[in-house]
């Protein structure tokens, strides 16, 4: 026996008898029971041995050492004291190895040990110091966070709080905080391994159990809440985890004791604030009192700016992106790096967490429940004007999107099957009405509360109206009731798979985190930036100008604050950098967005069954024909409309900001982008399935950053002002160019209809519904214009857009895509002459001293800013001019596409656009083009004028190779404009080019040639006036023009008009232009026996 009573003695620290004293250092103390010996020895029959610790006997020793007389300033608390017998049970346990007997009186004692620290927490029937008593099972919490990796000082300063307030309330002598705080620090003891699941398993169905499980992750969540990725949450975040991974601990967390009682009602609370639609519930799931996991997704680089919002310390601002500007970009680069590591850590404890709570059959639906609520309460992240106060920062959504990403992980391949499970008629059963349940324990499980009903509820749908959106959804949910409670498809989000579940919420998540935050970035912050950088540097000039030292003083105090600001923001845009460039997300971004647009292109193609259900594999992409067949699939038509636009703002910021992530190769992000340019190139030719033209430009635009590019081109170049890039691309980004180019001519489907589809699509662009949409399209087309010219150097693409140029018989999408480049160069060339005098008159302004100096200060920089602003539009405008000259020069290197343009209606407005150019180009007109430095604006007039002359060129040499019936027209058709045909305009644009040796031999002696043919066609067409005389019969007249018809025709009003100039009209107008209604060439009626007149009177007039 005397083996077991010192396993006893070293276990519990405990002797009956002070024989041998131990060492004084020895820790824990042991404490001699006397009283209990000599209560023993009273006890026992006369003679009989003295009492010894054995397994009949520990109960009455822990009762004496627990309860009866306690120890005075023993170093460990009772709880802890608790804990530090489990531990060393445990070690007893690892030194007994077969001794079964040992093992019996180590579990023996085990069992004690959890009894009695279940009577200390949850019936409290052990006495403990009253600050202790009040603290209760947080000590639990306390015991993990040393376990996980917490310094006993960082536990003492985060315990400092509580004894603060236990001096308050008498319980720790006054003035004792700290000292209490480091003396109860000292005496913790690092969770023991497996004592947490032992004691959860053994009061499983304890109240208690449930309390102390509430407490302690609500302690944790408020701990956590002050936390930076600098600050080491890990302890935090792993302390959770181990709670979480205890079965009765994960109920107890979020579920509480007993559903109805004043305990559930608190803990509804912890869990979820009351009303997730309520005003300012978006931000209460950060704030530890109403949502106790909110906190451990708030922990970001990020700052959260919102007033009363607890500050992260460290501060990642301060430590890491301080004085950006000046900082070396290796330093960046290695803040930012550290920071990723940090947070993918982080976000790797929190997806375990999330698992734990979703593995745990009844914490499964309120944890989809509170990621579907903590979405639908900062829904109003995703509008353009936002209330930051009433809403949870961009860290936290950028965390809890990491988190989704990696649920969706085992089924984002191509491949996988499991992806089939997606179903569209979540979408309809998630805007059903709210209505009271306590499936979860909370306030928020309601068959369509908190997933996503008002989300969806408000979202314009991809190509439906709200009734055939509303049909759709009645149907889906009768379909899915009467399918009864074994189908997929439920009338309740419950009742769909994880996988349908997860990946409807995580496109949720990246609606309102991730992608809101990149759209934030490049447009609200940059225009922040660029206005704080402006206000710098306008305070720099008032100094350099201001001769009174008082007012010098006054700005340069003010200047430096705006130097704060401006460092301030720089600081924050390197923050957000290193959470949305980080491979990880961008991986996991890409790869869900990549499944999203495989999923979109089933739904269009195969469409869904009377449920709406999805997930039948579509057609392969090779046999396809576009556009896709119409009516569209509801299932797919009802989608919303982010679904899409989401992808192509996510693919646009990362290929502006950090192209070398995009290719397939990269390190931890790399996904193969063929299947987004397939399914891109669909949509974009199918108006009835995507029906915003804005949105099917947009798929465009993430095809042109995808261009290859030369060694040397410039990324924001190609002649597109309207794209602001984040960087230049790296020169890594090089290497993408043989992976990029055969994005676009290795896919059948894609070299067959993309040039047609871009050509229907520049014109469809011309009436947009969003706002800003008439200087949108000029962006629009310039993008569009950038990747025709690419595919027009491919020869597969360039005979698929001849070919498509014939089978229209020259008429067609390409004739309205001529008309539209002619419509925009004249406009493009009106626009740039007004912006070119603002220009001008601000510039002379500003550079006479004595008018300049008179104007107040007010003034002067109200000058400024509309000099800026007109000088940034102007160089929209001649750049988007150069593009619509650029795109006319090539297409007419080739008959078919120069045939469009000699069309009788459409070669006179080509001449019109060219002479009017050209005449502003060399003629008196050319005086309103100077500004100073017109190569900030882009503006080089002998580049214009070369690319102008060559487009004539063009067409002259095609239309005379290759004549149509009545032979040549070109020329003739340019002499005889008489608004601004001169010929020595021709002359003088020879002068201008040949000096600068910008002409061969050979155009230098055409262009010369054609001048002169035009000017013979013009003397012609003077003289044949002259012999038709003033007098027109009226009959003969032309309602349009007023002039001498050739081919009349007459409209369903009833009027008769020249074919030519009808159809000019109707390029720009589907109308009448009498009446007003719509018209097709169809409806004209031709006039033979007029024609015949005209004609007849014609010969007599010149006999």
């Not at 040992?102 to 200390?120: C, E, F, P």
Request: net charge negative.
């Amino acid at each position: 026996m005397a083996d077991l009573e010192g396993l006893f003695s070293r276990i519990f620290a405990v002797k009956l008898y002070n024989d041998a004293p131990g060492p004084t250092s020895q820790n824990p103390p042991v404490v001699v029971l006397s009283a209990l010996a000599q209560e023993l020895e009273a006890e026992a029959a006369a003679g009989a041995a003295r009492p010894t610790l054995d397994a009949a006997l520990m109960d009455r020793v822990l009762v004496a050492r627990l309860i009866e007389s306690p120890p005075a300033n023993y170093p460990q608390p009772p709880i802890h004291y608790l804990l530090g017998c489990y531990e060393r049970s445990s070690e007893e346990l690892r030194k007994a190895g077969a001794n079964e007997r040992v093992k019996a009186a180590v579990a023996a004692a085990r069992d004690l040990i959890l009894n009695y620290t279940g009577l200390a927490l949850f019936a409290g029937m052990l006495p403990q110091p009253p600050s202790l008593e009040t603290r209760g099972s947080l000590q639990l919490m306390d015991a993990l966070l040393l376990r996980h990796g917490l310094s006993t000082v960082a536990l003492a300063t985060a315990v400092a709080p509580y004894f603060a307030s236990a001096v308050q309330a008498g319980a720790v002598p006054y003035g004792g905080a700290n000292a209490a705080a480091s003396s109860y620090a000292s005496g913790v003891v690092p969770m023991p391994v497996g004592f947490l699941e032992e004691l959860a398993g053994r009061y499983d169905n304890d109240e208690g159990l449930a309390e102390a499980a509430s407490k302690m992750v609500v302690e944790l969540s408020r701990l956590v809440s002050r936390i930076s990725p600098l600050g080491d949450p890990a302890p935090h975040l792993t302390s959770l985890a181990h709670i979480l991974s205890c079965e009765p601990l994960t109920r107890g967390s979020v579920l509480a004791a007993a559903a109805g009682g004043p305990a559930a009602a608190q803990m509804s609370r912890h869990w979820l604030p009351a009303d997730v639609r309520a005003a300012g519930a978006g931000r209460a799931v950060v704030q530890p009192g109403s949502c106790w996991l909110g906190p451990f997704f708030n922990i970001s680089p990020i700052p959260d700016d919102v007033q009363g919002a607890p500050p992260q310390e460290p501060s990642v601002l301060a430590q890491c992106f301080a004085g950006a500007e000046q900082r070396r970009p290796g330093d960046m680069a290695s803040a930012s790096s550290a920071l990723r590591l940090a947070m993918r850590n982080i976000t790797g404890q929190l997806h375990g967490c999330v698992k734990s709570l979703l593995k745990c059959r009844t914490t499964k639906s309120p944890m989809l429940r509170w990621l579907g609520a903590v979405l639908e309460a900062n829904a109003g992240r995703a509008k353009l004007q936002i209330q930051p106060e009433a809403l949870a920062g961009e860290g936290f959504l950028a965390n809890v999107a990491a988190v989704l990403l990696k649920l969706c992980g085992p089924f984002l391949a191509d491949e996988s099957a499991f992806w089939k499970r997606v179903d569209p008629g979540f979408v309809a059963a998630a805007e059903r009405t709210a209505t009271p349940s306590s499936s979860s324990g909370g306030s928020t499980a309601a068959p369509g509360g908190g997933m996503l009903e008002v989300s969806y509820g408000n979202e314009t749908r991809l190509a439906a109206g709200r009734e055939e959106e509303a049909g759709w959804r009645e149907r889906v949910l009768s379909h899915a009731a009467a399918s009864g409670s074994g189908s997929p498809a439920s009338p309740d989000v419950d009742g769909y798979h994880f996988i349908c579940q997860a990946f409807f919420l995580t496109a949720q998540a990246l609606h309102v985190g991730p992608v809101r935050g990149m759209t934030y970035l490049s447009e609200d912050m940059g225009r922040e930036l660029r206005w704080l950088q402006g206000v710098v540097g306008q305070f720099e000039a008032a100094i350099q100008e201001s001769s009174h030292p008082a007012e010098r003083a006054i700005l340069e105090g003010r200047l430096q604050q705006a130097r704060g600001q401006l460092d301030y923001m720089q600081a924050r845009y390197q923050a957000y950098l290193a959470v949305l460039l980080d491979p990880a997300l961008v991986g996991d971004m890409l790869a869900f967005y990549r499944l999203m647009a495989s999923w979109l292109f089933s739904l269009a193609t195969s469409g869904g069954g009377a449920g709406g259900a999805g997930g039948a594999p579509p057609p392969p992409a090779a046999s396809l024909t576009l556009p896709l067949p119409e009516p569209a699939p509801q299932a797919f038509t009802c989608m919303p409309e982010y679904f899409l636009e989401d992808m192509c703002t996510g693919l646009l910021f990362l290929g502006r900001a950090a192209p070398q992530l995009l290719s397939a190769a990269a390190e931890g992000s790399g996904v193969r982008l063929e299947r987004f340019v397939e399914v891109f190139t669909c949509l974009m030719a199918s108006p009835g399935y995507v029906r915003s033209a804005f949105l099917r430009s947009k798929l465009s635009e993430v095809l042109e950053l995808w261009l290859p590019r030369g060694e040397g081109e410039e990324e924001a170049g190609r002649g597109n002002p309207f794209r602001r890039s984040l960087r230049a691309p790296s020169s890594s980004s090089s290497g993408l160019s043989a992976e990029l180019a055969a994005l676009f001519n290795c896919s059948p489907l894609v070299v067959r209809h993309l040039a047609p589809v871009l050509v229907q699509l520049y014109n469809d662009i011309e009436h947009t519904e969003r706002q800003g949409a008439f200087y949108f399209k000029f962006s629009m087309r310039v993008t569009i214009a950038n990747i025709l010219r690419y595919l027009w150097q491919q020869p597969q693409h360039r005979a698929v857009w001849l070919a498509a140029v014939r089978a229209e018989q020259y008429r067609g999408h390409g004739e309205r895509f001529a008309n539209m480049l002619l419509n925009d160069l004249t406009y493009l060339l009106d626009e740039t002459l007004r912006l070119l005098r603002l220009v001008r008159e601000a510039e002379e302004l500003k550079g006479d001293e004595a008018r300049w100096g008179a104007m107040p200060r007010e003034e002067r920089d109200e000058s400024l800013r509309q000099l800026e602003l007109n000088g940034n539009n102007l160089r929209a405008m001649i750049q988007s001019a150069t593009s619509v000259i650029d795109t006319l020069n090539f297409i007419t290197e080739e008959v078919d596409t120069t045939r469009t343009l000699l069309q009788p209606h459409m070669v006179t407005r080509l001449r019109d656009s060219l002479n009017y150019f050209l005449a502003h180009l060399v003629g008196p007109e050319r005086r309103q083009l100077r500004v100073r430095q017109p190569e900030k604006y882009g503006f080089n007039a002998r580049e214009l004028l070369r690319g102008l002359v060559t487009v004539y060129l063009h067409v002259d040499s095609l239309d005379r190779a290759a004549p149509g019936p009545g032979g040549p027209v070109f020329a003739a058709a340019v002499g005889a404009d008489k608004r601004s045909f001169r010929a020595e305009y021709f002359m003088e644009a020879l002068s201008v080019l040949d000096s600068s040796g910008l002409l061969s031999l050979s155009q230098r002696e055409q262009l010369g040639s054609l001048s002169q043919r035009a000017l013979a066609a013009s003397s012609a067409e003077e003289a044949e006036e002259e012999e038709m005389g003033g007098e027109v019969p009226e009959e003969f007249a032309c309602g349009i023009m007023s002039t001498v018809m050739k081919d009349p025709v007459q409209l369903p009003s009833g009027a008769v008009v020249d074919r030519p100039n009808i159809l000019r009209h109707l390029l720009s107008d589907p109308t009448d232009p009498f009446s007003r209604l719509p018209l097709a060439e169809e409806q004209l009626t031709p006039l033979p026996e007029l024609a015949a007149r005209i004609g007849e009177w014609r010969r007599a007039r010149r006999g």
